[in-house]
């Protein structure tokens, strides 16, 4: 499985933010639509993600207060990205490895999505279900056994 068939399933919604924008706007995006993350763009090109991790830090940082702070000062401008025909086992990897909740998707220079650690478990378990129904389904087709024994004469 790769990236594009998460993102073929998750659609195409895409949030972004400007690093000069303040972060309490920011902020306030991330809440009413539910958000753990933002990319960041400037100029159609990613400088930056911005995730709830990167706010508290801010906060801490400014003793609970949020201010004047602009995106550019709190987001994480070296984001780990995937493409979208990266293997799904490469990415839990790379998530896993660099404590990574988000991954913003890059074909080229060119944004296709955002995928999160809650999409590629999903994936997973979807995944396993369905091997897991279709092992069933084969077993309780299994072939009758004759009497000698041996089964079904279509398998050795």
Not at 38 to 44: A, K, N, P, Q
Not at 95 to 107: E, F, G, I, K, T
Not at 110 to 137: C, H, P, R, T
């Amino acid at each position: 499985m790769k990236v594009s068939d998460i993102l073929r399933v998750k659609g195409n919604t895409l949030y972004t933010v400007s690093p000069d924008e303040p972060l309490a706007k920011a902020t306030q995006t991330m809440a009413e639509k539910d958000l753990g993350s933002l990319v960041v763009m400037e100029h159609g090109e990613l400088v930056g993600m911005l995730t709830f991790r990167e706010v508290i830090g801010c906060l801490v940082g400014n003793g609970g207060e949020i201010g004047a702070t602009l995106v550019r000062k709190a987001m994480d401008d070296h984001p780990l990205t995937c493409t979208s025909e990266t293997e799904l086992d490469e990415v839990r990897r790379m998530m896993l490895d660099h404590h990574a909740r988000y991954l913003p998707v890059m074909n080229q220079k060119m944004l296709m999505g955002v995928i999160s650690f809650y999409d590629v478990a999903k994936a997973v378990v979807d995944s396993q279900n369905f091997e897991n129904k279709m092992l069933k389904a084969y077993i309780r087709d299994w072939p009758a056994e004759d009497d000698t024994g041996k089964g079904d004469s279509n398998f050795p």
